[in-house]
Structure formats: structure tokens, C-alpha cells
């Protein structure tokens, strides 16, 4: 591969998320082509394949990495699959764009870092794609200029219109307000020191089992609150907000408005129904940069250890829930590798 | 009358402003009272008498003017009826508030003016109630600071959710428009020069002969040009809107949000369904206002000059929509007494 | 005094607050007039009185009370003189607005409660002026109506531009959020049951021994979660905002904004700089409210258990601020009378 | 080329919008490759083939399209060659994407129009790339709904910083409202059939010579008013936005805001400076969208009788302007081709 050449990508996994990856690596973003697909349901390999010129179906990892045009790898498997995945690329130290969670817990994730730190540099880049959110990239921008002093505190909304069949306490916290618990490491550049779970009693619409909403309290190690409103069936739409409150101003994210109708009584918009309406050119920005880096021979986003310390957090944040009380993380120290 | 006392006022007409007049001044205001109230039509006159302690109901403005307890005239009348009454108070020289239109032509309110001048002090304030809303009185105070420059171009919106039966392509003009004519000539510290009436096709929903939406322009000796949406069917409504622009920027009121909700995969907010609900404090400073200062002896606000202004702009507007064609407003010199 | 007749109110202290009720008395609502002043400083007391026609100054309370062109007493002094006058108004019978806080603490609060039970009716409002707020008048009727499903959730924002000297801690609580506490029991229509109170590391530009700003969540017995957002050096200006977390849709107030400008590269408009600015009309409101309902022989409004319930929920915060840790309230059953 | 191959590109014109265009297929969008880059000065194509791989410069864009590898001919360079460069790929039969304007006037615009027509098929997209933004492709969508009934007006604003060096009157028109012209065309579905110019008095801060602002006015076959606010010398940034009035509510666009800060007594955001970055993303998909069609073998979008009725429109705003009336556009009976 030359610093110019169109990247040749393996995506592991064609789920919905994986097959949105290849059209997106197949048809919206430059300079990369999806070479191989793999999944352990080889029919459905074969399929998304067929849609794609000189695209090969792989039922293993490790036959897809071992192939002549592939470059890289996109891993879009469910989570307990990421791990060997991760560890087959490290074998043949293959760049990789790893989607969320890292792995699934902090256990399997520091098994990762030990591994990637024993290659001796990075690989991974980790799919926390708010990072890549237009919205999120400004926020981050006007907080890392210093314009309105010391960040105090971050308020964050985050609620869909409503939770597949399933839905769970613990994946409130893993699946919904991991994103939250990144954007926070991330904005503030700090680390989540405990993690305290509220609940008021739960709306009418949520289903049975799951108390929904709940409220998240974060403190970190430079002295910041932050709080999270989780509401999976708020009923109305899809809906990420974040205000930090700093010393000498604050700054809020996620009301942005395109279009401003008067009718029937009523001025306003329409609320996206989903992530992907939301967040559809975050996905698209954050392959592109995977991209750009690996075809510039770098790593950049998010790393294994911000994998590893939301799979902490998101640890901490289960055990407050259950047991009802502030939970402290615990963190290894940080490795000189992800300084 | 001290200049600390209660002003007794005589109500002349007791209509429906007429009528929320006394309410105002009963029931919502400092330092008046209705002394009398005034009607043709004797019974209605003396229900609304009734309701309101130590006043006296009269059919005659005169008779009402006459009375020992009155000490100022609001005028609530029909437009026709203003002159009379008028020029009965001048003969008394009496303080007046004169509700919109000050009478119902240019050559009306000329003989008013003149009446006014031979008085030889100003004794009068017209009700244009918009000078007195909260959003055009910050509008003004930002323009007259001179820091956004030279007002350019002034865009506005006014539309009604729909109108009263027997509405006309004049009243569009005459009742509605004249607002923002006189708000121009306030705003702008200038005077109207030239009125252009455009139309597009018809609305579905506008009653058989209004063409509705109108869109009205509007020239000034100062330079500035100003175009007025008027849409009196618009069905969703009652929104006033203006924005001005400046060398420097633009300022635009009318778009204050109480309250915003998500509900049913929309965000936003109510609008208000009428002018009351608009602009009802905009009457209360108003009629505050009037009584303040005629309690100190004073006469401010909308004078004669700005209702004889506005009726000749009116009659500009009516021609230039009549007859399709751009059409020039004829005004007397100003005369000292209203510079 | 007959239900018509012009309230004669008696304004015990003549401070800030108290004169400039003594102005909104005088010359901005309707059917009250200021009979009497009184002030421990007799210069204070005349030099208010002297602008006002037919005012007299006192410096004791009773004596005020006791003049015969006293109907009604508007208690605006420091909170620690505010039991005995209540008392002694309790003694004549006579109708009373208090300004907040009710007493200093909750047992003294609980002396005025009993005082007012053996009275056997209710003849007090209390000062919780953000109940007379358009926009707070707008979320509850929202709220009441329904229309949204149950609330579970109150976001509140309470932001000073910075705080007056000699600011404390514990004042953080008494004197600020002691209105979202009462803004949560009238919204909700619930009692608050327990306190938290969380602190970030305070702002570089919070003075000395303020530990600035804090996050306050409240629990209430109806299971709704509240959270609270005090900030009173937050440089940029007076900043109040609520949001309610409903079943199916959330409302939000205080973004209200009256005029846009473009200019110098930024789109948007001024923030309040003080109470004043953001809530006059509210007080306006409250005072005109509690004239009419007592020219009506009626009481109505925030009750004394409103005050004792607030003053009761304060003491919480304080200690769950001092503690450290979560703090339940502690309230008397509530008697018939205020039912 | 066959459907799925990827679209080798030639780049016409190397100056600021032709390497913008080189970049954005080299390393934003998806399916092609810029193969070839034309310039009359070899020393500026050189430097910007020098950039891409596989990309050779050359001097004639005839040479360029008659290399193996270009599929296609984007052309950016200045208006006046235009036309040579469209009929020579018309004699290849090559799909293009030709910057705005199709040509300098309505004349040459027919010439072109007619060779497509002798072509006797579509070949060329025309560079209006509002088409693509977001903002106004969800304005297009409502108003085809029928949603809000049929639009009757449509209001514009279109403002610049400050704008470049030599900028004429004649300029404002076909250079900044020919993109509200194309707008109107295409949002309303309606041919423009008359075009007025109103100019206030200049802002003292435009530029000796140009009258800046402007007021455009439009009327359509369908019987829409469209009113367009030009204003290039506003200072404060890049700001464009639309509302449409119609038969049952309107839909404003434009007053998008991602992020809203609080600070030094002002809420509000940042405004874009210029119309990259307003517009960027809608060149990305422009540009993307023809590289789809095309590979597709299809032709989409803006066809060249919209830029034959843009020029017209143009010619007919230009002598609206130089004489001060109301001025009729002059179209030839629209071709079976473009229905």
C-alpha cells in the first residue's frame, strides 16, 4: 500500500451496521473500496459481496486479513467478536476501525491494550463517532480555546422516541449513555473518577422491566460534574443535547434547527426519528478520517484506551445502577502508548 | 385636576375597545378612573356604567365632557365619530387619547390638525399601541443608538389567521398596513413617500373578492426601503414580524418563544391567535403612558401630525392598489407644532 | 373597606424591595394606594412617605396597622422581623402579602402556620413571585392540562451575572434556590422529600470561601427527579430556564428571546442582567393579584404551608450542603387549612 | 466505463473552483478520479495534476477529452469559455458538470441549448448547487408535499460580508441572485416572467459605485411574488435564507444555528463568512450526485434550460436595474427535451 493508493478494506461483520459501512466505504467516501466481507453467516457475506466489484466473501477474519488487497479492517461483529478479531490484525499488524463497544467489558478491553501495547504503536481506532459530529467538533474546538475559561460542568440529554424489544437497565448505561460517558473523557479531556445512577419513578411508556428515564451523575478527575438525562421512550424522536457550563460562559449543542415552519397554531420543526438521521454524517466523517490517517500511515481518534475506560465507566455505572449508590471507577494507570 | 390625582376619564364609545378600555383603566392601570362612559346606544352605555363605581353613562360626548369629575377624553368611537368629538374636547381643552384611525381620511384629520394648531398646544395622543409593545420599543432603542448604522431596508410580516367577514382589499390597507405605516415613520424618524401594491395570485383560502396576500412597499424621504407582507388568512395565526437592516447589521422582533416543546416528533411553540393576546400589555403601557403624562400636564406619544400622516399614506396605499401603479403620498409641510 | 373601594396597604420596610413596591403600589397597577410606611430608620420611612399623597411614616408596625386608612399590609422588611409582624397582623385580621422568605427558618415558620390555623382561615400570600411569571404561568397550565403524560423529570437553570458580596454558601440555598424549590412543589403539585446537593471544582471567578456553583437534585413524593443548576457568578448575565421531562414530550421555558441581531459575526441578542429586568412583571402580577383577591375578601396564592414547606426543604439543602450527602426533609402533616 | 467502474474526470479550469472540485473528487466523494486538468496556463495545471495520481495536465480541453481515461468533463473555468468546451464534448457525447453560469447570456445559452437538442439527449448538469443543500432540499420537499398548500410568496435574503474588488451592479444580479433565480425556478416548479429592482439609498459602507443593497422582486407563470433582499457588503458574515409563504403556513430556512453560547451578556452563535462554509456539503453531494448519475449512465439536475432561463432572467434583472422598471423576461417555448 503507498501512501496514495485506494485502501483496500475487510469488513467483519455485514449486520445493519456493517452493510451501512461497505455502501458508505462502496459509494459516499473517497479513497478506500471494500475488498473483502466477512461473517459467520456466509450466505449473507455472499450477498452483500455480490453488490459490490471485486469485493470477496469470507466466512473467517483471519482468511479475509490474510488476502493480498485487503489493507485494513473494519470490525462491525457483535462485541463478543471484536476481541480475536483485534488480535488477529495485531498478528499481521493490520490498521483497524474497530466500532463500539471495544469489547465488552474492561476485562476483554485491557486484554486489548496489553496486546496492542506489545506491538509497540497504535492500530486501533475506536467508532465513538460523536467525535466526529459537526456539532460535538465545534463544542470541542470553543472549550479547547480557552474562550470561556475552565469547563464546570456538562448537561446532556439523550433520548430516542423508543427502545427495541429487550431494552435493558445495564444497556441503558452500555449501549446509550457510553456516548455520553466518551463525549465527556473527550470534551473535557479528562477521566470519569465514579459514576452515581437516579431514577425517578418510571414513565407509564416504558416497558415493563425497564425503568426509563434515568439520570446519570459522572464526576471526574479535574473536578467536573456532569449529568445525563437517559430517556429511551421520551415518544417524540431522536434527541442529543449537551450544554457545558464554564467559568466565564456556556455553550449548548443539539437544538440546531434547518427548517422553521407556522402551521396549524404552531411554529417549529420536526424532530429526527433516529441516530442515523442524527448522526448519519458523523458516520460518514469519522470512516473518512479513518481513511485519510491510515492511508497517511497515522492513527488518530479514539484509541483502545478510550475504549478501555468507557468499558470501565460503563462497569462503574451498571454497579451504581444496581446497587443504588455512587460507584467509583477504577482505571489502570494510563500506558505511555496512549499519552 | 393636581398633578397627583386620579384622572377621571369619559369613555366615548363602548364597544369592544371601548369597552376593554374601562377594563384597562378599572381594572389593570395606576391613577385613572372612568368617570363616564359614552354611547349612542343608552343601554349599553349604562350596562357598562354599571359595573364600574362613581361613572356616569351619557349619550352625548358633550355632556360627558361637561362633567365636573371628567378631566380627560379616550375616544373609542367609530372612526367617523372621531372628529366631532375631537374638536368638542379641543373646545373644552381636554387631554385625549384618540384611538386608530384618528378619522377616516387625509382631509379629516387635516381639519383636526388645523383645529389642534389653533388650540395652539398639542392635546392629543393617537393609539398606535405598537410603539408601546416591549420588541418595537427595543428595536428602536437599538436603531436610534446608531449601532448598527443607517436603517437600509425594514422587512415586515403581519398576518391573521383570518379575516372578519366584509373584509376589503382597502381595510387591508386602512386597518391592517397602516400599523406598519406608522411604524416606519417612528422606527425610521422619516416620512412615507411612496406606496407600490403588489399581488400575487390569490390564496384558495381568502374570502371571494380579498386578494390575499397583498405585498405592500413602502418608500421614505430618508432613503429607506420597506416591504410589508399583509396576509390576513393566513390560518395558523396572529404573527408581526419586523427586521431591520442596517449598514452595520440587522435586528428582527417577532419571533419571542415563550415556551418550546417536544411533543410528537415536532419541537416548538403556540402562536398567538390574535392581537390580543399579542399585544395587550402594548395597550396597557399605552394607556399607562397617556394617563402618566397627562397627570403631569404633559402630552406625548403618537401626536395629530402621525395620524394625518398615516391617513395620507393610507390613501396613497389605496390608489396604488386600486389602480396597480406606484403612487406618490402628498403631505402638507410639517407644521412647528409637531416637529 | 367595601370590595370596590381603593385597598389601603401599609409597607413594612422601606429597603429596595419595599419602596420599590411602594412604586408599583403608586403608579403601575390598580386599586391600592400606599396609607403607610414603616421603618426602623424614621428618615427612610419619611422620605418615601413624603413621595407618595397621603402617606404616612411610622417606624413601628402596629401603629400602622392601626390607622384607620390601613386595609391590608405588605411585609417587605429583613426576614427576621417578619414573625412578629405577622403576628400583629394576625391580631387586627388583616389581610397580608409577605415577602420571601416567609420566616428565617422552618420552626418559626411553624409558629406563623399555627398563628394562622388559630386564626381558622387562611389571610396570607407569600412572596414566591416566579408563580406570577407568563412563562412559569405557561409550563404549569401545560403540565395541569396533561396533555404531555406525567412529569418526571425538572431541569433548572438559576445563573447571576456574580453574586453580592458577603454571599454564602448556605445562601446559595435560601436566598436562589429556594425558588426552583417552590417552583417544583407548584408545578409538580408534590413535596420535596430529599436533598442533594453536588459540587464541581468552584469557578476561578468565584469569590473567596463560595464554593461555586453547585448542582442541587431534589426528590419529591411523587417520584419526579429535579435538578438544579445554581450559578451565580456566571459573568454573562441573569439566566432562568426550566424544563419539564414528561411522559411524552418535555417543555421548556426561558429562552425567550425578544430581538435577534446579525452583526460583528454573531447572530443572537442580550441576556437579563438582573432579577429585576427578567421578573418585574411577575411582581407586578403577584402585587396585582393579591390586591384583587383581597378587594374580593379572598386569599390566594403561595400559602404559609408554601412558606414552612420551602423553609423546611432549605434547612435540608443546608445540611445535605454541609453533610456531604443526601438529606431527607422533614415536614409536619399537612393541616385542613391548607388543603 | 462501465456502470460500476470508477468515473475518470476532466477538471476544466484550474482556478480557485476547479481545484476546489479537484480536491473534493480526489479526496471527498466517492466513484471518481480526476484523470485530467485542464488549464490554459500549463504551469497551474501542472502544479495541481502534480497533486494527484494518475492525473495529467493539459492546456486544450479538447486534448483532454480525448484521452483514454476521461469518462467525463467537469468544467470551472471563467464563463466566457463555457461554450467551446461544452460543444467540444458535445462531439464526444461526454456528460458533463458545468459551473455556473452555463454561459455569460441567454444567447450563447440557446446555442448550447440547441446543440444538446441536436445531441437529442441531456448530457449536461448545470453547477446551481442550492439545489443540494440540505436546507433547501427539505424547503422543496414540504412544498411538494401540498402539505402547507400552494406557495404564494416566497421571501430571500442574501447577504455577503463584504464583497470582492470590482463588483458592479450588473454583478449583484448575475453573479448573487441568479442563485435566487434558480431557486425560485426550481422550489416553486414556475417559470420567472418579470423582474423589478428597487434600490435604497446605499449603505454608506458599500463600495463607490455599486448601490448596495438592493431589492429584487420576481413574478412567476403560477402567479408567485418573490422578494429578494441583496445586500453584499453587510459585514457581519455569509447569510442566506428563504421562506416560503404559503397557502396554510410557511417554512423558513437558513436560521440553522448549531451551537449557542452564553457570554459577556449575549446569547447567540457565529455566522458563517463566507459561502464555503455555508455551502460546502451542498458541493460535496452536487458533485457527488452527478458522479452517481453518471456512472448510472443516466443525466440529473439542473439542466441547461435552467441555465438558458437563468440567463434570461438575469438579462431581464440587469435592464430592470439600469432602467428602473418593472421588466418582462423574454424565454422561448420550452423544448420537449427539458419537460
Same mark, same amino acid.
Given at each position: 500500500?503507498?501512501?496514495?493508493?485506494?485502501?483496500?478494506?475487510?469488513?467483519?461483520?455485514?449486520?445493519?451496521?456493517?452493510?451501512?459501512?461497505?455502501?458508505?466505504?462502496?459509494?459516499?467516501?473517497?479513497?478506500?473500496?471494500?475488498?473483502?466481507?466477512?461473517?459467520?453467516?456466509?450466505?449473507?457475506?455472499? !450477498?452483500?459481496?455480490?453488490?459490490?466489484?471485486?469485493?470477496?466473501?469470507?466466512?473467517?477474519?483471519?482468511?479475509?486479513?490474510?488476502?493480498?488487497?485487503?489493507?485494513?479492517?473494519?470490525?462491525?461483529?457483535?462485541?463478543?467478536?471484536?476481541?480475536?478479531?483485534?488480535?488477529?490484525?495485531?498478528?499481521?499488524?493490520?490498521?483497524?476501525?474497530?466500532?463500539?463497544?471495544?469489547?465488552?467489558?474492561?476485562?476483554?478491553?485491557?486484554?486489548?491494550?496489553?496486546?496492542?501495547?506489545?506491538?509497540?504503536?497504535?492500530?486501533?481506532?475506536?467508532?465513538?463517532?460523536?467525535?466526529?459530529?459537526?456539532?460535538?467538533?465545534?463544542?470541542?474546538?470553543?472549550?479547547?480555546?480557552?474562550?470561556?475559561?475552565?469547563?464546570?460542568?456538562? &448537561?446532556?440529554?439523550?433520548?430516542?422516541?423508543?427502545?427495541?424489544?429487550?431494552?435493558?437497565?445495564?444497556?441503558?448505561? !452500555?449501549?446509550?449513555?457510553? &456516548?455520553?460517558?466518551?463525549?465527556?473523557?473527550?470534551?473535557?479531556?479528562?477521566?470519569?473518577?465514579?459514576?452515581?445512577?437516579?431514577?425517578?419513578?418510571?414513565?407509564?411508556?416504558?416497558?415493563?422491566?425497564?425503568?426509563?428515564?434515568?439520570?446519570?451523575?459522572?464526576?471526574?478527575?479535574?473536578?467536573?460534574?456532569?449529568?445525563?438525562?437517559?430517556?429511551? !421512550? %421520551?415518544?417524540?424522536?431522536?434527541?442529543?443535547?449537551?450544554?457545558?457550563? %464554564?467559568?466565564?460562559?456556556?455553550?449548548?449543542?443539539?437544538?440546531?434547527?434547518?427548517?422553521?415552519?407556522?402551521?396549524?397554531?404552531?411554529?417549529?420543526?420536526?424532530?429526527?426519528?433516529?441516530?442515523?438521521?442524527?448522526?448519519?454524517?458523523?458516520?460518514?466523517?469519522?470512516?473518512?478520517?479513518?481513511?485519510?490517517?491510515?492511508?497517511?500511515?497515522?492513527?488518530?481518534?479514539?484509541?483502545?484506551?478510550?475504549?478501555?475506560?468507557?468499558?470501565?465507566? %460503563?462497569?462503574?455505572?451498571?454497579?451504581?445502577?444496581?446497587?443504588?449508590?455512587?460507584?467509583?471507577?477504577?482505571?489502570?494507570?494510563?500506558?505511555?502508548?496512549?499519552?
Amino acid at each position: 500500500m503507498t501512501q496514495r493508493g485506494t485502501l483496500g478494506v475487510a469488513v467483519i461483520g455485514t449486520g445493519r451496521m456493517g452493510a451501512d459501512h461497505v455502501r458508505r466505504i462502496s459509494e459516499v467516501i473517497s479513497g478506500a473500496r471494500v475488498a473483502a466481507v466477512v461473517d459467520v453467516d456466509a450466505e449473507r457475506a455472499k !450477498n452483500v459481496a455480490s453488490g459490490v466489484e471485486g469485493c470477496t466473501a469470507y466466512t473467517e477474519p483471519d482468511a479475509a486479513m490474510a488476502a493480498a488487497d485487503v489493507d485494513a479492517v473494519l470490525i462491525a461483529s457483535p462485541g463478543p467478536a471484536h476481541e480475536s478479531a483485534l488480535l488477529a490484525a495485531f498478528e499481521r499488524d493490520l490498521p483497524l476501525l474497530c466500532e463500539k463497544p471495544l469489547t465488552p467489558d474492561a476485562a476483554s478491553a485491557l486484554r486489548v491494550l496489553e496486546a496492542e501495547q506489545r506491538l509497540g504503536h497504535r492500530r486501533v481506532q475506536v467508532g465513538f463517532m460523536r467525535r466526529y459530529d459537526a456539532e460535538y467538533v465545534k463544542l470541542k474546538a470553543l472549550l479547547d480555546s480557552g474562550q470561556l475559561g475552565r469547563p464546570l460542568m456538562l &448537561h446532556n440529554r439523550h433520548r430516542n422516541a423508543s427502545s427495541p424489544p429487550g431494552f435493558t437497565d445495564a444497556m441503558l448505561i !452500555n449501549d446509550s449513555v457510553v &456516548h455520553e460517558m466518551d463525549v465527556t473523557r473527550w470534551l473535557l479531556g479528562q477521566e470519569i473518577t465514579a459514576v452515581t445512577v437516579l431514577r425517578p419513578t418510571p414513565s407509564d411508556v416504558a416497558p415493563e422491566g425497564l425503568a426509563d428515564p434515568q439520570f446519570v451523575v459522572l464526576e471526574t478527575d479535574g473536578g467536573a460534574l456532569v449529568d445525563v438525562e437517559i430517556f429511551v !421512550n %421520551c415518544g417524540f424522536g431522536y434527541q442529543v443535547q449537551a450544554e457545558a457550563v %464554564c467559568e466565564r460562559g456556556t455553550a449548548r449543542i443539539g437544538d440546531g434547527h434547518a427548517m422553521v415552519t407556522n402551521a396549524a397554531g404552531r411554529w417549529g420543526g420536526t424532530i429526527a426519528q433516529d441516530f442515523v438521521e442524527r448522526f448519519e454524517e458523523a458516520y460518514d466523517r469519522e470512516v473518512q478520517a479513518w481513511v485519510d490517517a491510515t492511508r497517511r500511515g497515522e492513527v488518530t481518534g479514539p484509541s483502545i484506551w478510550d475504549g478501555y475506560a468507557a468499558a470501565a465507566v %460503563c462497569e462503574a455505572g451498571v454497579r451504581a445502577q444496581t446497587e443504588g449508590r455512587r460507584t467509583e471507577v477504577e482505571l489502570i494507570e494510563r500506558p505511555a502508548l496512549y499519552r
